[in-house]
């Protein structure tokens, strides 16, 4: 029997804000525990919670960025569980009305466009975290993290494979960075997904019971997951056993997924509106301002570069991965380099030695206005491409040097006069007359040959478009 | 100084007939007297009370005296104050420190005012007899058989014994109106929102509000001056203009209308009660107000939503006492869950525990939508009949509670009775309405109020009526030990 894969994820994005969701402490990352934590994040009695306004701007950003309705009225519930990390015994979340409903993201998977469509976003709160083995027997708990706004995004079951999991999982990672609502740190948990797998006969109507695999914070990970769960539950189903829906969690050293003990997932949550907060109230001004501030979305970016600047789909899709690589390519482009050359260049040169050093564009040693004069300098003959490549590994090492002198102390400059060209055009048209004769019997491989000869007596200084050209020329009028 | 309002102590003070540090002392003495037998206090600091009061002579010395300036106040011990014990009248927190003020309590300090103690009340402030302290039993100083009422029962026998000339109380479903109403004070429950809840230990977030308790209306005008003041650190506080509540109390009520609710004053009413309000009528036409009938339909149905809300709120406003963070912690536990369970067994009184239960029951998957949901479907129709009755008159005339204080220990093994003292006052809470409850006369030689409930924000009003009502009228200047 052949089967359907059915992937639906939750991800829950942390929002860059300077202060938590419900009170005025800080969310930096990183710092000593419980150095974050107040009074609310304590949940002192008498305390009570102060929506972040940014917080509610953040989410509103998201949702029209992905096209999706904003709740002009929303309502913060109580999801109530106890555990240590949750210092009030409940989680401010939102419920039944959710601020974003109805968006949809386009992902491109080999090739192939498919939207999948976000069936809501809602603010919460996040919880701290339980620290072991650091205390004799004891559990330490760390509320730095606790009030930290997140924003989760639930897709409707819309992706059939790893791959398009994967794919919708790192067009949300790009979106929610571009639009600088998080930092899009998976490592310290700023992007974390829930992935909820079934599998059906192909073409049945019926859905399959899913498992929720919790917490994944790597795209290999999730791959990895998926992938293992798939085959899992076909072959739990082929066995004839029934799936039972748990949540499960991927365990990166064994490469398993292995449902969680039903104690810990056995929550009735009484969720019900926290008479602490006044429903949320949003008005179409306050959408349309935020709407102003959008700025292009990568779905434009990555059009404008395939229609307007005519670069292939693989390479414009390098270049928006990354809001601050699409800057620093535009920038390029506006001080009037060509498009394609520098498209090659970033995607094909720059990529690969931020690759691997295992940079990102932020950290690369050249500076930029060498970078444009090392396009220039290709664009404008001065040099050839591979001499570009060698200069732009010794301004690698050091950034210091010049692009200009370099090409003056390498020697790199390459001839295009035609008056000096020519000579030595004659000379090898002299020199191989065997070549000549293949050529002009239809051996284009001959051809190749004459272009290298003047190549090499030019000690590869001569402009070898322009040597072909001239050959050619040459060759066909005698 | 005994039997002063605070209008008398403030001008005694600006004429250095006494001193703060005198008037606190003399506060001080009357608890060290009286409270082992009343138990109205948790929490008695004299070194910081005088402490304040020295600063308080000071701004004095310095003609920076307003309103409240070197007053003693009695705080429920639901408010927060730094370096205080906080209890909430529970086992759960009786090693409690705040390391912060409540709005309630800043505001006073602010003034000047001086805290006098923390005032013993019903264990996270449910019960109506203040039998579920964690703390003992109040006494009612009319007699000490009786309960105060409950929730705010320390703060009413503190003033009602002579122990302060004021307190502050908070209000659920009744908690300053009815142990005013039982021990002959006047006690207001303001507009929800209009006096911060910050730092003020939660029981039913949607229903509870401070407010102040004391002898007359005038009193407690002066109470909510200070009282009533926006605070950003809660969202359900109303930014508006500050009022000042003394300003209207002498103003005429010729050609006033207030409302008689059918619904309150019908055969189920004692007969005692009855007659006592119809006196209150009386004097209130004889000022020139018209009395008229009017309907609050669905007001019967009020204890029932109560015992939805108000428990489901609790339940989730107390699942923060687990042990974890502060507080009581089980000594003894061999994991998590025991900690959690011995923690809230041993840290909770019965009446928390079941309205705990209630709480939970009523929040739970499959019985949401028929407990919680319509609960407040008909709290919005309870507050509607307040909307429409309003159109009618200036404000409405009800008991304050259904009869006067009981024996200690007489309903403790009842619930439901114990609930049913409630059913006058929690219509307003549910509605988020002022009312205020003052003296009405006595039965039995125990004393009873009448509630005045007004629309939102008029508070001016209501204590506008109360006061034209004490001037031709003199049950508000009985105490206990006096002419009866």
């Given at each position: 029997m052949t089967w359907d894969i059915v992937i639906g994820i939750e991800t829950h994005v942390q929002l860059t804000t300077k202060t938590k969701i419900f009170s005025g402490a800080s969310t930096e990352f990183g710092l000593p525990a419980n150095e974050n934590a107040c009074l609310v994040s304590l949940a002192y009695p008498g305390t009570l919670p102060v929506l972040n306004k940014e917080a509610v701007m953040k989410a509103i950003k998201f949702g029209l960025a992905v096209d999706a309705q904003i709740a002009e009225y929303s309502v913060f519930a109580r999801k109530n569980y106890f555990y240590p990390d949750l210092p009030k015994g409940y989680q401010i979340s939102q419920f039944e009305l959710p601020v974003v409903n109805h968006g949809h993201l386009e992902i491109n998977n080999e090739g192939v466009n498919k939207k999948i469509r976000i069936l809501r976003a809602h603010l919460e709160e996040d919880a701290g975290k339980s620290v072991h083995g650091i205390m004799d027997n004891k559990t330490g708990i760390d509320l730095n993290r606790a009030g930290t706004p997140l924003l989760e995004i639930v897709t409707e079951p819309d992706m059939s494979s790893a791959k398009e999991a994967i794919a919708y999982a790192k067009k949300l990672h790009n979106l929610v960075q571009w639009i600088g609502i998080c930092d899009g740190n998976m490592q310290e948990g700023s992007f974390r997904c829930d992935v909820n797998v079934s599998v059906k006969p192909r073409g049945s109507d019926k859905l399959g019971t899913r498992r929720e695999i919790k917490n994944l914070n790597s795209f290999r990970y999730m791959e990895q997951a998926i992938n293992y769960e798939v085959s899992w539950q076909i072959e739990q189903i082929e066995d004839g056993h029934d799936i039972i829906q748990s949540t499960v969690l991927f365990n990166p050293d064994s490469g398993e997924t292995k449902a969680m003990r039903s104690k810990e997932e056995a929550n009735d949550y009484r969720y019900f509106p926290d008479p602490d907060l006044l429903p949320l109230k949003i008005s179409q001004k306050d959408i349309d301002l935020i709407r102003d501030s959008l700025g292009e979305l990568p779905e434009e970016c990555l059009k404008k570069l395939t229609v307007d600047f005519k670069l292939n789909e693989a390479d414009a899709s390098i270049i928006v991965s990354d809001k601050k690589t699409y800057e620093f390519y535009q920038s390029l482009v506006a001080s009037g380099l060509d498009a394609k050359i520098t498209a090659n260049w970033i995607v094909g040169n720059l990529f690969a030695k931020l690759n691997d050093h295992e940079l990102s564009i932020d950290d690369c040693p050249i500076a930029q206005e060498q970078f444009i004069l090392l396009i220039k300098r290709i664009m404008d003959q001065t040099i050839s491409n591979n001499a570009g490549k060698k200069i732009f590994d010794l301004l690698w090492e050091d950034?210091?040097?010049?692009v200009d002198t370099l090409i003056d102390t390498l020697g790199l400059k390459q001839v295009s006069d035609v008056s000096a060209i020519l000579p030595m055009i004659d000379e090898i048209i002299q020199n191989n007359p065997e070549m000549v004769e293949q050529f002009k019997s239809g051996k284009d491989k001959a051809f190749n040959a004459l272009v290298g000869q003047v190549m090499k007596i030019s000690k590869g200084k001569a402009n070898p478009g322009q040597v072909s050209e001239l050959l050619k020329e040459k060759l066909t009028k005698s | 100084m005994k039997d002063l309002s605070l209008n008398e102590l403030n001008q005694g003070l600006k004429n250095k007939d006494f001193s703060s540090v005198e008037l606190t002392q003399y506060y001080l003495n009357q608890i060290k007297d009286l409270n082992t037998e009343i138990n109205a206090f948790i929490t008695i600091d004299e070194e910081k009370s005088i402490q304040q009061a020295q600063q308080a002579d000071q701004l004095i010395s310095q003609n920076h005296i307003s309103e409240l300036t070197g007053i003693p106040i009695a705080q429920k011990d639901i408010f927060c104050a730094s370096s205080w014990k906080t209890t909430c009248g529970s086992k759960m927190l009786d090693n409690f420190y705040a390391p912060y003020d409540s709005m309630v309590v800043d505001l006073f300090n602010k003034c000047g005012a001086i805290n006098l103690g923390k005032t013993n009340m019903d264990e996270f402030a449910m019960g109506s007899s203040n039998e579920t302290s964690y703390f003992g039993a109040v006494k009612n100083p009319w007699n000490i058989d009786f309960v105060p009422g409950g929730s705010s029962g320390g703060s009413a026998a503190a003033v009602a014994s002579g122990m302060a000339p004021a307190a502050t109380a908070t209000d659920t479903g009744g908690s300053i109106r009815q142990p005013a109403s039982l021990c002959n004070l006047t006690g207001l429950k303001p507009t929800y929102g209009l006096v911060s809840r910050f730092g003020m230990i939660a029981f039913a977030s949607s229903l509870d509000q401070a407010g102040p308790m004391a002898k007359t209306a005038e009193d407690c005008a002066l109470m909510l001056n200070v009282m009533a003041d926006f605070d950003e650190r809660d969202s359900t506080s109303i930014k508006r203009d500050k009022e000042n509540y003394t300003q209207s109390l002498n103003a005429s009520l010729q050609g006033k209308t207030i409302g008689i609710p059918k619904e309150f004053f019908n055969?189920?009413?004692n007969d005692d009660v009855k007659i006592i309000l119809e006196k209150v009528m009386q004097a209130y036409q004889s000022l020139g107000v018209n009395i008229k009938e009017i309907s609050l339909p669905n007001s019967q149905l009020s204890i029932p939503v109560y015992y939805v809300i108000a428990p489901a709120e609790a339940s989730s406003n107390l699942s923060r006492y687990d042990g974890v963070k502060f507080g009581y912690r089980a000594s003894n536990y061999k994991d998590l869950e025991e900690m959690y369970l011995k923690t809230r067994e041993e840290g909770f009184g019965d009446e928390v525990k079941r309205r705990i239960l209630v709480g939970t029951y009523v929040l739970s998957a499959g019985y949401y939508d028929a407990y919680y949901l319509k609960a407040q479907k008909i709290r919005r129709l309870i507050a509607d009949d307040f909307t429409k009755a309003f159109t009618e008159c200036d404000l409405i005339l009800a008991p304050s509670s259904p009869s006067t204080a009981f024996k200690i220990g007489d309903k403790t093994e009842d619930p439901v009775a114990m609930y049913m003292q409630d059913m006058y006052t929690i219509s307003t809470n549910l509605a988020g309405l002022p009312a205020i409850s003052a003296p009405a006369g006595f039965i039995n030689k125990m004393p009873i109020g009448f509630q005045l409930i007004g629309n939102y924000f008029e508070e001016a009003k209501i204590l506008n009526f109360t006061h034209q009502y004490q001037s031709i009228s003199d049950w508000h200047k009985y105490s206990p030990g006096g002419v009866l």
């Open positions: 950034p210091d040097k010049n | 055969d189920e009413l």
